[in-house]
């Protein structure tokens, strides 16, 4: 999707904080990316963290939503859709470095 007339577009400072396996835990080894089996959002701003939360990292990232999607719903009709005709949607992501300074 590209930023448009018809678009809009929200950024997020997601920090992720590593989960790591129960035998990591147990041997205090968390130096080897084989011991990380997971990782959670702990936290978010909408600008760049100054205290990023320890042992985190951060990733920015935007989000582009029609413009309509503010819109309030004005239905007029209801159309109920089986679970079996839906199907999972593509998500588009661009990811970029949240460390490089924006000029």
Known sequence: MSSGQDTVRATVYLQVQPEYS???KQYRQF???SAIQGAKV???TQGKSQKPKPGTV???IMVELPKGAFLPL???AIVVIPE??????PVTV??????????
């Open 84 to 89: 079996s005709l839906t199907q999972p949607h």
């Open 94 to 103: 661009e990811a970029e470095d949240a460390n490089e300074s924006q000029a």
């Open 22 to 24: 129960w035998q990591a």
């Open 31 to 33: 130096d080897t990316p």
């Open 74 to 76: 004005r239905p007029e």
């Open 42 to 44: 702990v936290g978010s």
């Open 58 to 60: 951060e990733v920015k």
